[in-house]
Protein backbone atom coordinates (compact mmCIF):
# COMPACT_ATOMS: atom_id res chain seq x y z
CA UNK A 1 0.00 0.00 0.00
CA UNK A 2 2.04 3.42 -1.45
CA UNK A 3 1.11 6.02 0.47
CA UNK A 4 0.73 9.53 -1.01
CA UNK A 5 3.89 11.52 -1.23
CA UNK A 6 3.18 15.23 -0.64
CA UNK A 7 5.34 18.25 -0.34
CA UNK A 8 3.73 21.71 0.64
CA UNK A 9 4.94 24.99 0.88
CA UNK A 10 3.59 27.37 3.86
CA UNK A 11 4.44 30.56 2.58
CA UNK A 12 4.01 31.87 5.77
CA UNK A 13 3.43 35.81 5.98
CA UNK A 14 6.03 36.36 2.75
CA UNK A 15 4.78 37.61 -0.89
CA UNK A 16 2.87 39.85 -2.27
CA UNK A 17 0.06 38.61 -4.70
CA UNK A 18 1.98 39.71 -7.77
CA UNK A 19 5.45 38.00 -6.35
CA UNK A 20 3.12 34.92 -4.82
CA UNK A 21 1.50 34.16 -8.15
CA UNK A 22 5.07 34.46 -9.84
CA UNK A 23 6.46 31.93 -7.70
CA UNK A 24 3.14 29.77 -8.46
CA UNK A 25 3.82 30.37 -11.98
CA UNK A 26 7.29 28.86 -11.57
CA UNK A 27 6.42 26.11 -9.54
CA UNK A 28 4.09 25.10 -12.41
CA UNK A 29 6.72 25.16 -15.17
CA UNK A 30 9.18 23.56 -13.21
CA UNK A 31 7.09 20.82 -12.32
CA UNK A 32 7.21 18.32 -14.96
CA UNK A 33 10.93 17.93 -13.87
CA UNK A 34 9.59 16.36 -10.34
CA UNK A 35 7.67 12.67 -10.44
CA UNK A 36 4.47 12.82 -10.87
CA UNK A 37 4.08 10.67 -7.97
CA UNK A 38 4.88 13.97 -5.60
CA UNK A 39 1.72 15.92 -4.74
CA UNK A 40 2.52 19.90 -4.44
CA UNK A 41 0.65 22.17 -2.53
CA UNK A 42 1.27 25.29 -1.92
CA UNK A 43 -0.36 27.58 0.45
CA UNK A 44 0.09 31.39 0.76
CA UNK A 45 -1.47 34.47 2.29
CA UNK A 46 -4.95 34.54 2.39
CA UNK A 47 -4.60 37.92 0.15
CA UNK A 48 -3.44 36.43 -2.65
CA UNK A 49 -4.92 32.33 -2.74
CA UNK A 50 -7.46 33.23 -5.51
CA UNK A 51 -4.63 34.62 -7.39
CA UNK A 52 -2.68 32.07 -6.82
CA UNK A 53 -5.47 29.13 -7.55
CA UNK A 54 -5.68 30.71 -10.95
CA UNK A 55 -1.86 31.11 -11.81
CA UNK A 56 -1.84 27.01 -10.79
CA UNK A 57 -4.84 26.24 -13.25
CA UNK A 58 -4.59 23.12 -15.55
CA UNK A 59 -1.76 22.10 -13.26
CA UNK A 60 -1.82 18.92 -10.58
CA UNK A 61 -0.34 21.11 -8.07
CA UNK A 62 -3.10 22.07 -4.89
CA UNK A 63 -3.46 25.37 -3.32
CA UNK A 64 -4.06 25.23 0.98
CA UNK A 65 -4.91 28.08 3.17
CA UNK A 66 -2.16 28.59 6.40
CA UNK A 67 -5.37 28.65 8.32
CA UNK A 68 -9.33 29.05 8.79
CA UNK A 69 -11.83 30.11 11.85
CA UNK A 70 -13.52 28.55 14.19
CA UNK A 71 -16.80 29.39 12.79
CA UNK A 72 -18.60 29.21 10.07
CA UNK A 73 -19.45 32.65 9.25
CA UNK A 74 -20.99 36.18 11.14
CA UNK A 75 -19.55 38.60 13.29
CA UNK A 76 -15.97 37.45 13.30
CA UNK A 77 -13.94 40.83 12.54
CA UNK A 78 -10.57 39.48 10.63
CA UNK A 79 -11.44 35.71 10.81
CA UNK A 80 -11.55 33.65 7.34
CA UNK A 81 -14.03 30.98 7.36
CA UNK A 82 -13.29 27.39 5.56
CA UNK A 83 -16.37 27.56 3.31
CA UNK A 84 -14.34 30.97 1.88
CA UNK A 85 -11.30 28.85 1.19
CA UNK A 86 -13.28 26.17 -0.05
CA UNK A 87 -15.08 28.64 -2.36
CA UNK A 88 -11.59 30.07 -3.88
CA UNK A 89 -10.47 26.59 -4.61
CA UNK A 90 -8.44 25.79 -2.25
CA UNK A 91 -8.11 22.25 -1.39
CA UNK A 92 -6.05 22.39 1.91
CA UNK A 93 -5.89 24.16 5.42
CA UNK A 94 -2.95 23.70 7.64
CA UNK A 95 -4.20 24.16 10.86
CA UNK A 96 -2.61 23.78 14.22
CA UNK A 97 1.23 25.09 12.85
CA UNK A 98 3.37 25.64 15.90
CA UNK A 99 3.71 29.53 15.63
CA UNK A 100 -0.22 29.79 15.64
CA UNK A 101 0.41 27.77 18.84
CA UNK A 102 2.73 29.89 20.07
CA UNK A 103 1.84 33.45 18.98
CA UNK A 104 -1.89 33.06 18.76
CA UNK A 105 -2.95 30.99 21.70
CA UNK A 106 -3.92 28.47 19.31
CA UNK A 107 -5.62 24.93 21.44
CA UNK A 108 -6.76 21.87 21.33
CA UNK A 109 -10.41 22.70 22.19
CA UNK A 110 -9.94 26.03 18.91
CA UNK A 111 -8.71 23.06 16.65
CA UNK A 112 -11.10 20.94 17.05
CA UNK A 113 -13.72 23.56 15.77
CA UNK A 114 -11.43 24.51 12.83
CA UNK A 115 -11.54 20.85 12.06
CA UNK A 116 -14.92 20.96 11.78
CA UNK A 117 -15.26 23.84 9.83
CA UNK A 118 -12.62 22.02 7.44
CA UNK A 119 -14.02 18.83 6.74
CA UNK A 120 -17.84 20.57 6.71
CA UNK A 121 -16.59 22.57 3.75
CA UNK A 122 -14.31 19.86 1.98
CA UNK A 123 -10.91 21.31 3.14
CA UNK A 124 -7.92 18.74 3.68
CA UNK A 125 -6.28 19.07 6.78
CA UNK A 126 -2.31 19.48 7.64
CA UNK A 127 -2.20 19.42 11.08
CA UNK A 128 0.80 20.08 12.65
CA UNK A 129 2.26 18.53 16.04
CA UNK A 130 5.38 18.63 17.74
CA UNK A 131 7.56 19.54 20.09
CA UNK A 132 9.92 22.63 21.70
CA UNK A 133 13.27 22.47 22.56
CA UNK A 134 12.65 22.49 26.24
CA UNK A 135 10.34 19.37 25.87
CA UNK A 136 12.70 17.84 23.25
CA UNK A 137 15.50 17.94 25.75
CA UNK A 138 13.22 16.75 28.94
CA UNK A 139 12.87 13.71 26.52
CA UNK A 140 8.84 14.70 26.47
CA UNK A 141 8.49 14.84 22.54
CA UNK A 142 6.72 11.44 22.55
CA UNK A 143 4.26 12.33 25.30
CA UNK A 144 3.54 16.14 24.01
CA UNK A 145 3.14 14.64 20.26
CA UNK A 146 0.76 11.99 21.63
CA UNK A 147 -1.29 15.20 23.57
CA UNK A 148 -1.60 16.76 20.46
CA UNK A 149 -2.99 13.81 18.88
CA UNK A 150 -5.18 12.62 21.26
CA UNK A 151 -6.83 15.70 21.50
CA UNK A 152 -7.65 16.54 18.53
CA UNK A 153 -7.43 13.81 15.84
CA UNK A 154 -8.71 11.07 17.82
CA UNK A 155 -12.47 13.32 17.81
CA UNK A 156 -12.54 12.33 13.62
CA UNK A 157 -14.59 10.29 12.26
CA UNK A 158 -13.41 7.19 10.39
CA UNK A 159 -14.49 9.16 7.05
CA UNK A 160 -12.80 12.59 8.17
CA UNK A 161 -9.21 10.26 9.33
CA UNK A 162 -9.24 9.33 5.85
CA UNK A 163 -8.98 12.60 4.81
CA UNK A 164 -5.87 13.90 7.13
CA UNK A 165 -2.92 15.04 6.48
CA UNK A 166 -0.28 15.18 9.71
CA UNK A 167 3.04 17.67 9.72
CA UNK A 168 5.47 16.89 12.59
CA UNK A 169 7.37 20.07 12.99
CA UNK A 170 9.53 19.87 15.64
CA UNK A 171 9.56 23.50 16.97
CA UNK A 172 13.23 24.02 17.71
CA UNK A 173 14.11 22.89 13.84
CA UNK A 174 11.57 25.59 12.32
CA UNK A 175 13.16 28.41 11.03
CA UNK A 176 16.33 27.71 12.65
CA UNK A 177 18.27 25.94 10.08
CA UNK A 178 18.83 23.06 12.64
CA UNK A 179 16.93 19.69 11.10
CA UNK A 180 15.97 16.98 12.92
CA UNK A 181 18.37 14.28 12.03
CA UNK A 182 16.65 11.42 9.38
CA UNK A 183 16.76 9.08 12.80
CA UNK A 184 14.80 11.26 14.67
CA UNK A 185 11.91 12.25 12.07
CA UNK A 186 11.70 8.37 11.49
CA UNK A 187 11.62 7.64 15.63
CA UNK A 188 8.98 10.12 16.07
CA UNK A 189 6.60 9.50 12.82
CA UNK A 190 6.57 5.53 13.71
CA UNK A 191 5.86 6.85 17.02
CA UNK A 192 3.02 9.22 15.35
CA UNK A 193 1.63 6.17 13.40
CA UNK A 194 1.27 3.59 16.38
CA UNK A 195 -0.68 6.51 17.95
CA UNK A 196 -2.63 6.66 14.75
CA UNK A 197 -3.29 2.57 14.91
CA UNK A 198 -4.29 2.28 18.21
CA UNK A 199 -7.62 4.57 17.58
CA UNK A 200 -8.16 4.18 13.58
CA UNK A 201 -6.23 0.78 12.91
CA UNK A 202 -4.94 -0.03 9.68
CA UNK A 203 -6.35 3.25 8.13
CA UNK A 204 -3.15 4.84 9.76
CA UNK A 205 -1.19 3.33 7.17
CA UNK A 206 -2.35 5.31 5.02
CA UNK A 207 -2.11 8.77 6.60
CA UNK A 208 0.42 11.08 5.43
CA UNK A 209 3.11 12.16 7.72
CA UNK A 210 5.17 15.18 6.73
CA UNK A 211 8.07 16.14 7.99
CA UNK A 212 8.94 20.32 8.45
CA UNK A 213 11.57 22.17 9.90
CA UNK A 214 14.63 23.32 7.67
CA UNK A 215 14.16 20.64 5.05
CA UNK A 216 15.69 21.75 2.19
CA UNK A 217 17.09 20.02 -1.11
CA UNK A 218 20.23 18.58 0.56
CA UNK A 219 18.70 16.86 3.27
CA UNK A 220 15.09 16.07 1.91
CA UNK A 221 16.49 12.52 0.21
CA UNK A 222 17.39 11.15 3.30
CA UNK A 223 14.41 12.40 5.42
CA UNK A 224 12.17 11.05 2.84
CA UNK A 225 14.18 7.92 2.41
CA UNK A 226 12.65 7.09 6.07
CA UNK A 227 9.65 4.20 5.95
CA UNK A 228 7.31 6.82 8.14
CA UNK A 229 8.27 9.90 6.06
CA UNK A 230 6.23 10.50 3.06
CA UNK A 231 7.09 14.24 2.14
CA UNK A 232 7.41 17.45 3.58
CA UNK A 233 6.04 20.77 5.20
CA UNK A 234 8.56 23.11 3.89
CA UNK A 235 8.98 27.31 5.06
CA UNK A 236 11.71 29.11 3.91
CA UNK A 237 12.97 27.05 1.11
CA UNK A 238 9.65 26.62 0.09
CA UNK A 239 9.81 30.76 -1.34
CA UNK A 240 12.10 29.78 -3.84
CA UNK A 241 10.48 27.56 -6.71
CA UNK A 242 13.80 26.13 -7.56
CA UNK A 243 14.39 25.30 -4.12
CA UNK A 244 10.79 23.53 -3.41
CA UNK A 245 10.81 21.75 -6.73
CA UNK A 246 14.44 20.24 -5.57
CA UNK A 247 12.86 19.12 -2.55
CA UNK A 248 10.35 16.71 -4.17
CA UNK A 249 13.29 15.65 -6.20
CA UNK A 250 14.20 14.16 -3.08
CA UNK A 251 11.53 11.18 -3.02
P1 LIG B 1 10.99 26.05 7.78
O1 LIG B 1 9.45 26.08 8.25
O2 LIG B 1 11.07 25.09 6.64
O3 LIG B 1 11.29 27.46 7.38
O4 LIG B 1 11.79 25.59 8.95
C1 LIG B 1 8.67 24.93 8.24
C2 LIG B 1 7.28 25.26 8.76
O5 LIG B 1 7.17 26.01 9.73
O6 LIG B 1 6.27 24.79 8.22
Redo the contacts with the bound molecule.
Keep these: MARKKIVAG?W?MNTLPAEGVELAKSVVAGRSEVCECVNFIVCPPFTHLSQVVEAVKGSDIAVGAQDCATEAKGAYTGEVAAQMIAALGCKYVILG???RRQYYGETSESLNKKMAQAYANGLTPIY?VGENLEEREAGNHFAVCKAQIEEVVFNLTEEQFANLVI?Y?PVW????GKTATAEQAQEIHAYIREVLRSKFGAAAEECPILY?????PSNAAEIFAKADVDGG??????LKAEDFLAIGKGF
Design positions: NKHSECAEAIGTGGSCKLIGGAA
